[in-house]
């Protein structure tokens, strides 16, 4: 019989005087198998109940005589059951198979894969982290960490996680925005000095520059990826160098470059004398 039919057969007992007021003159005797004698009103109760109750009245005759009545013997039956049924810490030194039992009993999955988490909706460009997640599983349970728990830690740390990207993300695009900010002044700043410098020659000069540092002879790609990721390209005294090697280079042929291939050509023996130039800019 189950609690439920059990609390309610006695709460129909419980309702009739009598019952209440012979419960401590009732039982108390031995069967002929040594077993206790219940009382007739016990006849409701199933078999786990009578049992209890038998044991209570073979260990202490006097048991019922010191009870209030039936809601008493009930009442302490049931807290009794379920303070049965609640599993037990085994002892530090127990053997595996013991703290397993213990870890099931308290809701751990059979294994890590046992476990459901619900994946956090992440804000655009945050990747959801599956190294983590399997190494949390292990970890949650190995130490016992039952689902209950371990959705809920799993659950605040993607939040903790999410909170802290949002954070860098703010952080990271006020740093662009300052670095923007900061290259744009670099170029005007720039801009003023060399046109006081070369005054109306400023166009034609900075044409020049570029030149160089698009030609190839002079400066490779990967060097101008460094030039323009280091800001140099904005630098006065930069673009007046360019400046300087593109008149040195084109004035009388000065260092044998073909001009008849539009400054493209391979140069000759003489061209040898820039020869460290191009390694300085990544040649």
């Known amino acids: 019989m189950a609690e439920s039919e059990v609390k309610t057969e006695a709460s129909s007992l419980l309702e009739t005087k009598s019952t209440e007021t012979s419960v401590a003159s009732e039982g108390g005797s ?35 005589k010191n009870t209030k009545g039936l809601s008493d013997v009930y009442r302490d039956w049931v807290q009794k059951s379920e303070l049965a049924k609640r ?32 994946k956090p909706v992440l804000p655009e460009g945050m990747v959801y982290d599956e190294a983590f997640e399997k190494w949390f599983r292990s970890q949650a349970h190995e130490v016992g960490i039952p689902q209950n728990q371990a959705s809920a830690l799993f659950a605040q740390y993607s939040a903790a996680q999410i909170s802290a990207f949002n954070g860098g993300a703010k952080a990271r695009a006020e740093s662009a925005e300052k670095a923007k900010a900061e290259r744009l002044h670099a170029r005007q700043a720039g801009e003023t000095q060399l046109r006081a410098d070369w005054g109306t020659k400023y166009d034609d000069n900075l044409s020049a520059a570029a030149d160089i540092l698009k030609d190839n002879r002079f400066v490779s790609e990967q060097g101008r990826q460094k030039i323009y990721a280091a800001g140099l390209d904005n630098e006065p005294w930069f673009l007046k160098l360019a400046q300087i090697v593109h008149a040195a280079t084109s004035a009388d042929n000065t260092l044998g470059v073909d001009r008849s291939t539009g400054g493209k050509g391979e140069p000759d023996k003489a061209g040898l004398q820039y020869s460290g130039m191009n390694k300085r800019y990544g040649q």
Not at 95 to 117: L, N, Q, T, V
Request: glycine share 8%; no cysteine.
């Open 30 to 64: 031995k069967t002929s198998d040594g077993k206790a004698s219940l009382p007739g009103w016990a006849g409701g109760f199933d078999n786990e109940a009578k049992e209890d109750l038998s044991r209570r009245i073979a260990a202490d005759p006097e048991f019922l």
């Open 87 to 118: 599993p037990t810490v085994p002892d530090k030194s127990a053997p595996k198979e013991e703290w397993d039992r213990y870890y099931k009993a308290i809701g751990r999955p059979e294994s890590p894969d046992g476990y459901a988490f619900e």
